[in-house]
């Protein structure tokens, strides 16, 4: 499967903006979607994740309440609706996909990745 993230941009401070991860390829309900961001000098974090029947959806704490998953698989698309937006949330943010998966917030758990985009919250 190939996926490719979209949606970033430059936002201000309390702002809002939905991230897409649209995937190629077969079979794409069968893989749970994470999304995962890195911020420049540091590590690449987990976001939140959807499990592949989208039974099961989890953020990481520093986004809870603010961000939402969505998945709609008859588009082949995942979605990352961010508000609240705060400058630390800036950093390049990836969807990644783990066939038959939970949802794990372990990057390793992942095969494939998309190319990330750019999301810059000004404050």
């Known amino acids: 499967v190939q996926l490719q993230a979209s949606g970033g941009g430059l936002v201000r401070a309390g702002g809002s903006l939905r991230l897409s991860c649209a995937a190629s390829g077969r079979d794409f309900s069968r893989y749970a979607v994470g999304w995962f961001r890195q911020a420049p000098g540091k590590e690449r974090e987990f976001v939140g994740a959807v499990s592949w029947s989208g039974d099961f959806i989890h953020y990481a704490n520093f986004v809870r309440g603010r961000f939402t998953i969505s998945r709609d698989n008859a588009e082949n698309k995942v979605y990352l609706q961010m508000n609240s937006l705060k400058s630390e949330d800036t950093a390049i943010y990836y969807c990644?996909?783990?066939?038959?998966?939970?949802?794990?917030?372990?990057?390793?758990?992942?095969?494939?990745w998309g190319q990330g985009t750019q999301v810059t919250v000004s404050s």
């Open positions: 990644a996909a783990d066939f038959d998966g939970p949802g794990s917030s372990v990057l390793n758990f992942y095969e494939y």
